[in-house]
Structure formats: structure tokens, C-alpha cells
T-cell receptor
Framework: GQQVMQIPQYQHVQEGEDFTTYCNSSTTLSNIQWYKQRPGGHPVFLIQLVKSGEVKKQKRLTFQFGEAKKNSSLHITATQTTDVGTYFCAGHTFLNDYKLSFGAGTTVTVRA | GAGVSQSPSNKVTEKGKDVELRCDPISGHTALYWYRQSLGQGLEFLIYFQGNSAPDKSGLPSDRFSAERTGGSVSTLTIQRTQQEDSAVYLC????????????FGPGTRLTVL
């Protein structure tokens, strides 16, 4: 079955630094979504990418969808304490466009 | 403008007992999902409802798990004869369109089986 993998599993970042988390799918995706889950909270939708090579920015967050539509990345610049949480990527395939396959997430902690 | 609500927020039960978890989706959302999240893990798909269509139950881990959605709105997830490995947070999500749509998650029910 389809598998979505995220690396790294944990990311410890000094406040003010940049980092990138990666998402890789074993199959081609029709779209990819990113969610953020704060500690003790529930996942909250951040963004959806649909087109091959698409890049979208939300303030300090930059999301990219790979050319082959099998991978994605989230880059955060000038990390702040508010960025703490777990970031999940999730994708739909062309064969199943209602079931999201979630990665295991990247848990981000920030050193002030 | 209420979001997805779930009840109870916490449930502690004894092994072998049955539990019912409730989800109230956002009004007008036709798609409803149940997920299970074990400590420090990702989201495991359990079941999907879309309108009046037959649900996709492919993620239910055993026949002790069942779910229904009445009137295309409220959903209940029932776990019979609970086991300790059922301990997890059960998340419900709804989506306006389901297909390739953004999902809105509820706060979850934390189930602890003693």
C-alpha cells in the first residue's frame, strides 16, 4: 500500500535558525497537504499543493511539491517558539482521492 | 461557526468494556473521517463516511470496531471488548467535499484502557 515517510522524525532548532523537513511518498500523489499539531492539540490544516513543482509561502514557511509529485518539503526560516509542534504531510493518490495517507510527522522543538 | 466537536474528551475504561465515542462534524460537511493516533505516532485512518454512500471501513483494525453516521451528521465510533492496545487518541475530522479536501479535526477523545 501507499506509504508516506517524513524525515527527520525530530528536529531540535535554535531560535532564529532555519530548517527543512521532508516528505516522501512511495506512489505519485494528486496533491499534498500539510498539517500542524501543537502539543496537546489536534492537527490544523496549513496548506495544500496540487501542481508539479509548486511552491507556496506562508510568512516564514515555504512549502514545495516535487516535480514528480512524490515528495514535498517544508522550510521554516527564522524559527520562533510558536513554531513548536508536529508537522504532518498527507497525500491523496489519483486512485483514492478521499483518503489521506499521513506521514508520521516531524516534531519540532525550539531552544530559546 | 462551531468546529468539529467530540465527546467525551477523556475516557477511562476497564479492559473488556465497550465504549462509544461521538463526533459532531461541521454543519454542511458531507465527509467524515475517524483516525487513531497513538502516543507520538502519526494518524492511522479508521473509517470514512461520504454522504449516503457506503462507508470505507478498510482501516478498522478488528471487528471489535464499528462506526455509524446517522442522518449524514453525527457519528459514533464503538469499540467493543476494549483491549489495552486500544488506548490512544481518537480523532474525528470532517471535510466539505471529501475528495482532495482540507480536513478539519476535532479535539479528539483520549481513551485509556486499564
Amino acid at each position: 500500500g501507499q506509504q508516506v515517510m517524513q524525515i527527520p522524525q525530530y528536529q531540535h532548532v535554535q531560535e532564529g535558525e532555519d530548517f527543512t523537513t521532508y516528505c516522501n511518498s512511495s506512489t505519485t500523489l494528486s496533491n499534498i497537504q500539510w498539517y500542524k499539531q501543537r502539543p496537546g492539540g489536534h492537527p490544523v490544516f496549513l496548506i495544500q499543493l496540487v501542481k508539479s513543482g509548486e511552491v507556496k509561502k506562508q510568512k516564514r514557511l515555504t512549502f514545495q511539491f516535487g516535480e514528480a509529485k512524490k515528495n514535498s518539503s517544508l522550510h521554516i526560516t527564522a524559527t520562533q517558539t510558536t513554531d513548536v509542534g508536529t508537522y504532518f504531510c498527507a497525500g491523496h493518490t489519483f486512485l483514492n482521492d478521499y483518503k489521506l495517507s499521513f506521514g508520521a510527522g516531524t516534531t519540532v522543538t525550539v531552544r530559546a | 461557526g462551531a468546529g468539529v466537536s467530540q465527546s467525551p474528551s477523556n475516557k477511562v475504561t476497564e479492559k473488556g468494556k465497550d465504549v462509544e465515542l461521538r463526533c459532531d462534524p461541521i454543519s454542511g460537511h458531507t465527509a467524515l473521517y475517524w483516525y487513531r493516533q497513538s502516543l507520538g505516532q502519526g494518524l492511522e485512518f479508521l473509517i470514512y463516511f461520504q454522504g449516503n454512500s457506503a462507508p470505507d471501513k478498510s482501516g478498522l483494525p478488528s471487528d471489535r470496531f464499528s462506526a455509524e453516521r446517522t442522518g449524514g451528521s453525527v457519528s459514533t465510533l464503538t469499540i467493543q471488548r476494549t483491549q489495552q492496545e486500544d488506548s490512544a487518541v481518537y480523532l474525528c475530522a470532517s471535510s466539505l467535499v471529501g475528495r482532495r479536501g482540507e480536513q478539519f479535526f476535532g479535539p479528539g477523545t483520549r481513551l485509556t484502557v486499564l
